[in-house]
């Protein structure tokens, strides 16, 4: 999957529009990160894995253009398996 997003960020990053771009690649650390625009809908759970549909759609404000990502669907892949974070510790301070 990190191909595709950064095949889809090197494409957007091509555009060169001089906004902020909402799909990001980090050749170093070899890592992708998508940003999402006004997504109400199913809650998600930290640490599960979902399948997610979603368009890119680019606009125009004042005069710069700008490319947003909207959520079409998300269905649960992996649900996670509830972590232990320990006992919370009250020190009286």
């Given at each position: 999957m990190?191909?595709?997003?950064?095949?889809?960020?090197?494409?957007?990053?091509d555009l060169n529009l001089g906004t902020f771009s909402p799909v990001y690649h980090n050749d170093?650390?070899?890592y992708c990160a998508i940003r999402f625009k006004f997504y109400k809908g199913?809650?998600?759970v930290e640490r599960g894995l979902y399948t997610v549909k979603f368009v890119l759609k680019k606009?125009?404000?004042?005069?710069?253009?700008?490319i947003n990502c909207f959520i079409s669907d998300i269905?649960?892949?992996t649900r996670a398996k509830p972590v232990d974070q320990?006992?919370?510790?009250?020190f009286g301070i």
């Open positions: 990190a191909e595709g997003l950064g095949k889809l960020a090197e494409k957007v990053e170093v650390l070899d199913m809650k998600l606009s125009t404000r004042g005069d710069k253009q700008c269905k649960v892949h320990g006992e919370t510790m009250d």
